[in-house]
């Protein structure tokens, strides 16, 4: 699986193999010992590098954390979050306090909410196929479902209309 990750204002693409990371090609190995439940040393390489993990923002991409006693912040983004991007759809932008829209083309798989349900912030809405890859929809708040538009099976195009909130 490929990420790109920033750090400091640089960003690079990595990709996960076993127990090694490539970047830029290069393969890098690693080892990770755990200390304590928010703590560990890893070694990159001949390196050892003390981290203490600080705070993961709600969407699990952003990480703060000291690493030997300097505070780094590493944003985290997947090949799906690169590719809504580069298709101009963000996360959560893509969904409006009142409407959802589809970031992409793409098939519906399940829709797991009803009319009138209750949803918080991050509720999974539904799960739709794009380019061979299965993706959740969540909310981008609380509110409750006024209308659904689609159904199981349906073919959707980027920007069509799936949910509505009061």
């Not at 981290?51 to 969407?59: G, H, K, M």
């Not at 300097?70 to 963000?90: H, P, R, W, Y």
């Not at 929809?137 to 609380?142: A, E, L, W």
């Not at 409750?144 to 909130?165: A, M, N, T, W």
Request: charged share 30%.
């Amino acid at each position: 699986m490929k990420y790109q990750i920033e750090i400091g204002g640089q960003k690079k693409v990595v990709e996960r193999e076993g127990n090694s990371f490539r970047f830029d090609n290069q393969e890098i190995k690693y080892d990770f010992h755990s200390l304590l439940h928010d703590q560990a040393v890893v070694r990159i390489e001949n390196e050892l590098f003390n981290v203490r993990l600080i705070s993961v923002a709600e969407d699990g991409k952003t990480v703060k954390a000291m690493v030997n006693g300097k505070q780094a912040e590493i944003v985290v983004k997947s090949e799906t979050d690169l590719l809504l991007e580069k298709m101009g759809v963000n996360g959560t932008a893509l969904l409006s306090a009142k409407k959802i829209k589809a970031p992409m083309p793409g098939l519906i798989v399940k829709v797991l909410v009803t009319v009138g349900e209750k949803v918080e912030k991050g509720h999974v809405l539904l799960n739709f196929e794009a380019m061979k890859m299965e993706n959740q929809v969540k909310s981008p708040g609380p509110g409750i479902l006024k209308s659904i538009h689609i159904v199981q099976g349906d073919k959707v195009e980027k920007g069509q209309l799936l949910l509505e909130f009061e």
